[in-house]
């Protein structure tokens, strides 16, 4: 069959994709799961990650954890600890960046890279770039991570399952033809169900049998989005790294504690998850026009309330009132709550003042929130924050301190 390109690299793009993160960095910072079967979404009562031990003995993500632990009776349940995962992850985009200014985060656990011209920098190929890359985040974060590299995003994400966990493996755009055959078009990554189900119907299986098809044939039945992972498995480049971080729809941060039905200690976690998610907000520039709140009961019954604001906002001093308001709605005496969580929604770029008397108390707020920033920056998240929140920094910060200084001495 005759190659889709004669060149070997028009560009070169690495996906890191680590192996098993969650329970990873759980293990980073306790040896002694390793090797175990370990899942982690306790609070949620499903499996949303899992070891590759609990993976090979049956137990899948997204599987109810009662279901888990009749498959694999000596699984390791634990909950799901995201402030660690993030810490984890941003330093993990940090070390690819030490190879390469041109990262695109895609998820807290993936990433594209650029390495396109970069091998006289490094002083090496592609593929050792990509070792060297493996390594790194090895000895300095202890994880293990997958990495693909090919001419096109689409085709760097084949590459980085092809010898999963811990692999390193490179298509070159000559050779790409060679493994499209054993990739099903369901597994092509831009590809859902409902395309896959529709390709089928006109004999596309395999990427491969999509790569060959006549670009005007497949306009018939596919709009842009797919012809261009039709180009990028031909080994064509036309999805850029997006390396901007903002284009978030929306903030989500929760918090998960034992069952408890004092009121105090539940609206200081849902006070907590609203600095937390506006303290992003500010990170990012940017300002909510919409805030969800909810409280998750023990028996996972979930209240929430949504909350429009007149104009946009990342400040808390702000918001509080209208979480109180939204709180004393939800909140039930006597029953047991076992999480809260505050959703920044409507996001834009630019802050709206209140026209109606608010501009100077808004900018005073601005300007504590920004010596705020400043202070929990340099001496850690939660060193300053409303008074409300005490509680939940407080008992955050009691639990993560183990892993903040095991963390600190990773590097």
Known sequence: MQPFSVRSWPKAIA???????????????????????????????????????????????????????????????IESDYEKYSMFSVRMFDILRSFSPAVEEYSIDEAFVDLTGLRRVHAASYVEIGR??????????????????????????????????????????????????????????????????????????????????????????LSKPYIQVWHELRGESVLDLNLSKREYKSIHKAASF???SDRDFIFSELVGNLESACSKARRYGLAAGR?????????????????????KTN???????????????????????????????????????DLFGGLDKTKKAIRVYEALDSINGKFGRGTLHLAPSSIYFNRNQHRKTADIVKLASID
Request: glycine letters at 8%; proline letters at 4%; charged letters at 25%.
């Open 15 to 77: 996906h890191v994709d680590a192996d098993a993160f969650f329970v990873e960095c759980e293990r980073v910072t306790n040896p002694s799961l390793r090797g175990k079967c370990v899942v982690v979404g306790k609070e949620r009562g499903i499996v949303t990650a899992l070891s590759y031990e609990a993976k090979y003995k049956g137990v899948k993500r997204g599987m109810r954890i009662f279901e888990a632990k009749k498959i694999c009776p000596e699984v390791i349940v």
């Open 315 to 353: 400040l808390p001093i702000m918001l509080i009132p209208h979480i109180k308001s939204a709180f004393d709605k939800m909140y039930k005496r006597g029953v047991l709550y076992r999480q809260t969580g505050v959703i920044l929604a409507d996001l834009g770029t630019k802050r709206m003042y």
């Open 258 to 260: 034992p069952p408890t």
């Open 132 to 221: 060297r890359i493996q390594n790194e985040i090895g000895r300095r974060l202890g994880l293990s991570v997958s990495v693909g590299i090919a001419p096109t995003k689409v085709v760097a994400k084949i590459a980085s399952k092809w010898k999963k966990p811990g692999g390193l493996f490179a298509i070159k755009a000559r050779e790409i033809h060679r493994y499209l055959g054993r990739v099903k078009i369901e597994d092509v990554w831009g590809i859902g169900p409902n395309t896959a189900s529709l390709l089928k119907k006109i004999g596309i299986n395999t990427a491969l049998d999509f790569a060959l098809r006549d670009e005007f044939y497949l306009r018939r039945f």
């Open 291 to 311: 805030v969800l709140v909810f409280l998750k009961e023990q028996q996972f019954v979930t209240r929430s309330f949504e909350i429009k604001l007149t104009s």
